[in-house]
């Protein structure tokens, strides 16, 4: 499983902190993010912003970076607040 974790507005629009996906087909970030950004509107708009910043196993990282079961991907927008 690839534990998922949502920041700040992000939080907030999908109502969820976290969740877990199955690895299944997804090779990227930048496939993880159009697989939940598939699962409606909300997701859609959520996940849809080209600034979106995204972590993998804590660090920094791209949507091209390549994941794999047991990762950690958190998303947040490019601007958060403490």
Do not use: H, Y
Not at 47 to 59: E, F, I, R, S
């Amino acid at each position: 499983m690839i534990k998922v974790l949502f920041f700040a507005s992000l939080r907030e629009q999908l109502e969820r902190d976290v969740m877990e996906v199955e690895p299944e087909g997804l090779a990227d970030v930048a496939q993880l993010r159009s697989k939940l950004a598939g699962q409606g509107a909300v997701w859609q708009r959520a996940l849809g912003n080209d600034q979106l910043q995204v972590a993998l196993n804590q660090k920094l990282s791209t949507m091209d970076a390549a994941i794999c079961d047991g990762d950690e991907v958190a998303f947040f927008p490019p601007v958060t607040g403490g």
